[in-house]
């Protein structure tokens, strides 16, 4: 501004006042315009410097993702013992504390990254009833806390998962060890128990489906006599397991979807929405004459020294 001054007196001097004002004017404008940026730039500098922090306030407010899964009607065995000496089963409304509650948090716990529920097994001696393996799986509850109240097959069932294998180990050789990933597991009334004599309630699964080497794999049972009737159902011996189904995808370790659909006398699995595997054969409207439940998670099969694995769920649910 002093140079600006400094002019004007030398233009007054002169004693030309056309140019003189042409003078005053042209100052004028420069004075303005310099005045003008510097505001512009000032400006500019305050807004980079909000935009850094609102960069900053938007990391710190990073979301978690959590599980689209409802665990009031679940129960869930995991490969430690409890008191008695046997598998370890929490049900609702406990499970629902699962984040928090240090008996599970070793074997099913969120994963916040992708919003995943982890389940994860290795071998111990927390085994339950007729089988030498262990487990972090989920066990239906219609009425949380009751496992005396299931469906049949005429009453119908449906369950969907989103799911991925997260990691496992291989066996001696170099075969990725199985794990069972979904079931249907049937059940003896308190009056078939009675009938045949038997000191529980456990009946066989109807389906178990797998991952193996880095495939989706279903087992069924069908009769050893297809000709049985009534208390001969009733026995697991009379039952033995299917040949097997492989989809034809590979899934690895991707995420995938499966469905299972239960009605009167047919049994679906679906794989992604458009691979099927259809029964409804004898052995299925037999199966009728058992109650039901369905399974979901990671029951691992393998006793080797140092095998575990992980087992993904994004989604799980349960219709009747």
């Not at 794999?217 to 040949?243: C, I, M, Q, S, Y």
């Amino acid at each position: 501004m002093i140079i600006i001054f400094d002019s004007i007196k030398k233009i007054f001097k002169k004693k030309r006042k056309h140019t003189f004002l042409k003078q005053v004017v042209f100052l004028l404008i420069i004075a303005f315009t310099s005045f003008h940026a510097n505001c512009q730039a000032n400006t500019s500098n305050n807004t980079v410097s909000d935009s850094k922090i609102e960069k900053k306030n938007k990391k710190k407010k990073k979301k978690y993702k959590l599980p689209d899964i409802d665990l009031s009607h679940w129960s869930v065995t995991t490969p430690e013992l409890n008191e008695k000496g046997s598998a370890m089963s929490i049900e609702p409304p406990e499970i629902l504390n699962y984040a928090k509650d240090k008996r599970l948090i070793p074997y099913m716990y969120n994963d916040s990254i992708d919003g995943s529920l982890v389940f994860y097994s290795f071998p111990s001696e927390a085994t339950t009833a007729n089988t030498k393996y262990t487990r972090s799986e989920l066990r239906e509850q219609m009425v949380p806390g009751d496992n005396n109240t299931n469906w049949t097959f005429a009453q119908g069932g449906y369950m969907k998962g989103e799911l991925a294998m997260e990691s496992v180990t291989k066996d001696a050789d170099g075969n990725y060890h199985k794990v069972i990933i979904m079931q249907i597991h049937g059940r003896l009334t308190n009056e078939q128990r009675d009938l045949i004599g038997q000191k529980d309630n456990n009946a066989p699964p109807i389906l178990k489906i797998y991952w193996e080497n880095g495939k989706v794999r279903v087992k069924t049972k069908v009769l050893k006599n297809p000709n049985a009737t009534g208390e001969e159902l009733l026995h697991e011996d009379a039952w033995d397991d299917d040949k097997g189904y492989n989809f034809p995808t590979e899934v690895g370790f991707r995420k995938f979807t499966l469905e299972v659909k239960v009605s009167d006398g047919k049994l679906v699995v679906i794989l992604n929405g458009y691979e099927y595997k259809v029964y409804e054969d004898i052995n299925i409207r037999k199966w009728g004459v058992f109650e039901n439940y369905f399974k979901a998670g990671n029951y691992f099969q393998s006793r080797d020294e140092g095998a575990s694995a992980k087992v993904k769920y994004f989604e799980l649910e349960v219709k009747h």
